[in-house]
């Protein structure tokens, strides 16, 4: 029985449970592309948030805590071979919220949430504990040895712009590591993890374990949430300014966060790089997702003597982007998440035209007739002639669009690129590996790529510095998150 059919009402899941709806508390699932409501949601209120937590508290005392490892990566795996079995199902229903074009949501979002859950049941798997010896006064000897145990309920809150992908990526090594979770999906793509409770209850994972809540943030479910005493830590994704709040709220009791926030990531182009590799490279890594990545490129610097060249040659490639049905499999770019975001992401051209800036392809709204008129469309846009210090070179924008500007030397170029309060993502250009190197190195950010972008190897630790986030996930660093570790000293 699945919760999800398009005329029904998307619900919460607690202690094992699809929730019988309230009634006078739905919310629309509105399907960017047009506009439309295309479902209901129910909004969780604060004692159904607690009923979750409590069953969450309950599962991590309960059989859930006699599982082995190798008990909870089986079912990760079994979970990861359900989805696979129904990958047209999660496909259908990211496109449905989210709007996103088909080869994206089979090639990324369903099938990085299938490795996810696969990744994290062989971390889990291959990790040894440590132990040593240490020498006493006196010539005696200690044994040392730690012990790592769930951390207990976690909060799982995440965005909308990969939302199977980013929930999988958190829910997987938390149960991995024996924990509970209470999920808030964003309010604007509910279905998925929705979805994901129905694979987790056909793989036979106790009650309790996996919970889902649906509704807003402040003064819903989303605060009701992660202010729960009930919960032992938080792991968030979404912006830097809702990861403040979530860190205030977090605070008391003293829970440990993991934020994984905004970023306004650089490129740069060095004169020695592959041309035509780099465009491709760069139209993937601005306009992916209509730019709703958070590790999407939105400031392009290039050496002064191929400046003219890319900007011709990207430009060139967003125009040839084609908008339009998410399920032909010829469309590369959707709308916005939804008209409020699209608004956000207008007052940007704004701004950028006020900073002198000049739109060398887009920058506006795209007519695509009467059936998309009501949806959240935009073209994918590129700025030259803008400062460094313009508000668009400087807050992160997530949507289709970059400024490009043009440096000299490396050492400009590694200040341009650092010079930003975030630091999610940088990605470097050039034939030369030695450069490649260097300048990937001297960029203040979670995760530097050399001639790629977006490749992620998913036992390497993701994360961001400065307002970018705290702390790092994936492989150990995600065992070590989601564990507390208790470091056993037996004098010998
Ligand atoms: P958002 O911060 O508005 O919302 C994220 C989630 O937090 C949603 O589920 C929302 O309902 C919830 N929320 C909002 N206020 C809350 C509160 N006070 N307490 C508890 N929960 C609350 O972000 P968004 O607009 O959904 O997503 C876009 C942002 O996410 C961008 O800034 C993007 O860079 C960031 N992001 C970061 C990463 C990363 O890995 N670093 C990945 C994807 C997206």
Same mark, same amino acid.
């Given at each position: 029985?699945s919760s999800v059919a398009p005329?029904? *009402?998307v619900?919460?899941f607690?202690?094992?449970?699809?929730?019988?709806?309230?009634?006078?508390?739905? &919310?629309?699932d509105?399907d960017p592309v047009?506009?439309?409501?295309v479902a209901?949601?129910?909004?969780?209120?604060?004692?159904?948030?607690?009923?979750?937590?409590?069953?969450?508290?309950?599962?991590? $005392?309960?059989?859930?805590?006699?599982?082995?490892?190798?008990?909870? $990566?089986?079912l990760l795996r079994r979970a990861a071979l359900r989805i696979e079995e129904r990958f047209e199902e999660f496909v259908e229903a990211e496109i449905r919220d989210t709007g996103k074009p088909i080869t994206h949501a089979r090639e990324v979002d369903v099938a990085r949430a299938v490795a996810n859950l696969s990744t994290f049941a062989d971390?889990?798997?291959?990790?040894?504990?440590?132990? &040593?010896?240490?020498?006493?006064?006196?010539?005696?000897?200690?044994?040392?040895?730690?012990?790592?145990?769930?951390?207990?309920?976690?909060?799982v809150?995440v965005p909308w712009n990969l939302p199977l992908l980013l929930l999988t990526w958190k829910v997987a090594p938390a149960l991995a590591?024996?924990?509970?979770v209470?999920v808030?999906p964003s309010?604007e793509t509910p279905t998925t993890a929705t979805l994901l409770a129905d694979v987790f209850r056909e793989v036979?994972l106790?009650?309790?374990?996996y919970?889902v809540?649906?509704?807003?943030?402040? !003064?819903?479910?989303?605060?009701? /949430?992660?202010?729960?005493?009930?919960?032992?830590?938080?792991?968030?994704t979404?912006?830097?300014?809702?990861?403040?709040?979530?860190?205030?709220? $977090?605070?008391?009791?003293?829970?440990?966060?993991?934020?994984?926030?905004?970023?306004?990531?650089?490129?740069?182009? &060095?004169?020695?790089?592959? /041309?035509?590799?780099?465009?491709?490279?760069?139209?993937r890594?601005?306009?992916s997702n209509t730019?709703q990545v958070c590790l999407?490129?939105?400031?392009?610097?290039?050496?002064?003597?191929?400046?003219?060249?890319?900007?011709?040659?990207?430009?060139?490639?967003?125009?040839?982007?084609?908008?339009?049905d998410p399920r032909d499999t010829g469309t590369t770019t959707g709308p916005?998440i939804?008209?409020?975001?699209?608004?956000?992401?207008?007052?940007? &051209?704004?701004?950028?035209?006020?900073?002198?800036?000049?739109?060398?392809?887009?920058?506006?709204?795209?007519?695509?007739?009467?059936?998309?008129?009501?949806?959240?469309? *935009?073209?994918?846009?590129?700025?030259?002639?803008?400062?460094? !210090?313009?508000?668009?070179?400087?807050?992160?924008?997530?949507?289709?669009?970059?400024?490009?500007?043009?440096?000299?030397? !490396?050492?400009?170029? *590694?200040?341009?690129?650092? !010079?930003?309060?975030?630091?999610?993502?940088?990605?470097?250009?050039?034939?030369?590996?030695?450069?490649?190197?260097?300048?990937?190195?001297?960029?203040?950010?979670?995760?530097?790529?050399?001639?790629?972008?977006f490749l992620r190897d998913l036992?390497?630790?993701f994360?961001?510095?400065?307002?970018?986030? *705290?702390?790092?996930e994936g492989?150990?660093?995600? /065992?070590?998150?989601?564990?507390?570790?208790?470091?056993?000293?037996?004098?010998?």
């Amino acid at each position: 029985m699945s919760s999800v059919a398009p005329d029904e *009402i998307v619900r919460n899941f607690v202690a094992g449970r699809f929730v019988d709806p309230d009634p006078t508390r739905l &919310f629309d699932d509105v399907d960017p592309v047009t506009g439309r409501a295309v479902a209901s949601v129910h909004e969780a209120d604060a004692s159904l948030v607690d009923r979750a937590v409590r069953s969450a508290r309950n599962a991590v $005392a309960g059989e859930w805590s006699k599982w082995s490892t190798r008990e909870r $990566a089986a079912l990760l795996r079994r979970a990861a071979l359900r989805i696979e079995e129904r990958f047209e199902e999660f496909v259908e229903a990211e496109i449905r919220d989210t709007g996103k074009p088909i080869t994206h949501a089979r090639e990324v979002d369903v099938a990085r949430a299938v490795a996810n859950l696969s990744t994290f049941a062989d971390v889990v798997s291959a990790a040894g504990e440590s132990s &040593f010896r240490s020498e006493l006064p006196g010539g005696r000897q200690a044994l040392n040895y730690v012990v790592r145990k769930p951390l207990g309920v976690v909060a799982v809150v995440v965005p909308w712009n990969l939302p199977l992908l980013l929930l999988t990526w958190k829910v997987a090594p938390a149960l991995a590591c024996g924990n509970a979770v209470v999920v808030k999906p964003s309010e604007e793509t509910p279905t998925t993890a929705t979805l994901l409770a129905d694979v987790f209850r056909e793989v036979g994972l106790p009650d309790g374990v996996y919970n889902v809540v649906h509704g807003y943030g402040l !003064d819903s479910a989303g605060s009701h /949430l992660v202010g729960h005493s009930g919960v032992d830590g938080v792991t968030f994704t979404g912006s830097t300014a809702t990861g403040t709040q979530v860190m205030r709220a $977090a605070a008391t009791g003293v829970r440990p966060v993991s934020f994984e926030l905004g970023g306004k990531n650089a490129a740069v182009v &060095f004169a020695d790089a592959d /041309l035509d590799a780099t465009l491709d490279g760069l139209t993937r890594s601005v306009f992916s997702n209509t730019g709703q990545v958070c590790l999407c490129t939105e400031r392009v610097y290039v050496q002064r003597s191929v400046f003219d060249d890319v900007v011709e040659g990207l430009a060139d490639r967003a125009a040839r982007l084609v908008l339009g049905d998410p399920r032909d499999t010829g469309t590369t770019t959707g709308p916005l998440i939804s008209r409020a975001h699209r608004d956000k992401v207008l007052a940007y &051209f704004a701004l950028a035209e006020a900073a002198g800036a000049r739109a060398v392809v887009g920058g506006g709204v795209p007519d695509l007739g009467a059936k998309y008129e009501d949806g959240a469309w *935009i073209e994918p846009t590129l700025w030259v002639g803008m400062d460094n !210090d313009a508000r668009p070179m400087r807050e992160e924008i997530f949507g289709p669009v970059a400024g490009l500007v043009p440096f000299d030397t !490396d050492a400009e170029a *590694i200040s341009l690129a650092n !010079d930003s309060e975030y630091g999610l993502a940088a990605s470097v250009w050039t034939s030369d590996l030695v450069r490649g190197h260097q300048v990937a190195q001297a960029m203040n950010v979670g995760m530097s790529w050399v001639n790629t972008w977006f490749l992620r190897d998913l036992r390497s630790p993701f994360g961001g510095a400065g307002l970018s986030g *705290i702390g790092r996930e994936g492989g150990e660093s995600s /065992l070590h998150f989601y564990t507390e570790p208790t470091n056993v000293c037996v004098q010998l």
